[in-house]
């Protein structure tokens, strides 16, 4: 338990949201990387603060730590994306924002997306042959992106990690913390061309 809390001190996580961001599912991802031990940054489309939608109504604001276009995804282990309608929709029509999620997936690191989130994974065009989950009115876009969909808590496939509403959030936080202690997919690759190199000396 020890070497698992070392490691995720050690970790920095990139939640990307603007506006109109679901509030639980920014906060409470939030406090539980920021419990486990982990560094979180706030990435958005503009600087200063951005606002959350509470169920019915706007809610609670929150700092932004930096605008997608001034960060690198090089600084970061693991990517969250809350839901709400208003801001996935926003996010899924910026190219940076979507260069920044395509370059997560590149690296083989974390991509967690939960409720609308999963929008932003359509555009980014990384579901196709992936297993997923979402609010269920995204249900036939990602399979038209050539995903399959799931009715599940948390569905997790590869760097993917999705769930379907707030109601998932203890798993869906405690896949994203999980996925942090394990060696990345990117960190495996550069051991097993290690280990190829060593193998041809």
Request: hydrophobic share 40%.
């Amino acid at each position: 338990m020890a070497a698992a809390a070392q490691k995720i001190s050690e970790k920095t996580v990139a939640i990307l949201a603007t506006d109109g961001f679901e509030q639980s599912e920014l906060f409470e991802p939030l406090k539980a990387l920021k419990d486990a031990g982990a560094k979180v940054k706030i990435v958005s489309l503009k600087s200063g603060k951005i606002k959350g939608w509470d169920k019915k109504d706007w809610g609670k604001e929150i700092d932004v730590d930096m605008k997608v276009e001034d960060a690198d995804v090089d600084n970061f282990d693991a990517l969250v994306l809350p839901g709400g309608v208003i801001n996935p929709d926003a996010l899924r029509i910026n190219k940076e924002a979507m260069r920044f999620v395509q370059q997560f997936d590149e690296a083989g690191k974390t991509i967690a997306a939960i409720c609308h989130g999963p929008w932003s994974l359509i555009e980014a065009n990384i579901v196709r042959g992936k297993t997923v989950t979402s609010w269920p009115s995204l249900k036939t876009d990602l399979r038209n992106a050539g995903a399959e969909w799931v009715d599940k808590k948390c569905a997790i496939d590869g760097n993917i990690i999705t769930s379907r509403n707030p109601d998932d959030l203890p798993a869906f936080n405690q896949a994203i913390i999980d996925a942090l202690v394990k060696p990345s997919t990117s960190a495996n690759k550069a051991k097993q061309d290690s280990q190829f190199a060593h193998s041809r000396q």
